[in-house]
């Protein structure tokens, strides 16, 4: 499985974030993908997640932003897009993905993600 992701960098508090992550090389027709992110100094942290077997699923997350996914038979790209960002949304968000996955992506512990992108730099600052 191939993990790209895109977008994030540089923003001001208030303005709008959009990253995408193109995932593919899926061996199964179910598997789950996701996106983490690791504030400084903290653990890193769930923010939505997508099952095929039960699309996107409710996460308790802090972050608040509007989850999109668009799957075709090769990729399936997942969008986050953060309005009125803060400086506490500054972090490297991660996009992570699991094959041969047919149950609830909120059952999956981190660990149990077996792809994980590069991580995307987001910072919120004046």
């Known amino acids: 499985v191939q993990l790209v992701e895109s977008g994030g960098g540089l923003v001001r508090p208030g303005d709008s974030l959009r990253i995408s992550c193109v995932a593919s090389?899926?061996?199964?027709?179910?598997?789950?993908v996701g996106w983490f992110r690791q504030v400084p100094g903290q653990e890193r942290e769930g923010v939505r997640c997508?099952?095929?077997?039960?699309?996107?699923?409710f996460q308790p997350s802090s972050v608040e932003a509007r989850f999109t996914v668009a799957s075709d038979k090769s990729e399936v790209t997942l969008t986050l897009e953060m309005n009125h960002v803060t400086p506490e949304d500054t972090a490297v968000y991660y996009c992570?993905?699991?094959?041969?996955?047919?149950?609830?992506?909120?059952?999956?512990?981190?660990?149990?993600?077996?792809?994980w992108g590069q991580g995307i730099q987001v910072t919120v600052s004046a």
């Open positions: 992570a993905a699991v094959d041969d996955w047919g149950f609830s992506c909120r059952e999956l512990r981190q660990h149990d993600w077996d792809y």
């Open positions: 090389g899926f061996t199964e027709d179910e598997y789950a």
């Open positions: 997508y099952s095929t077997r039960y699309g996107k699923e």
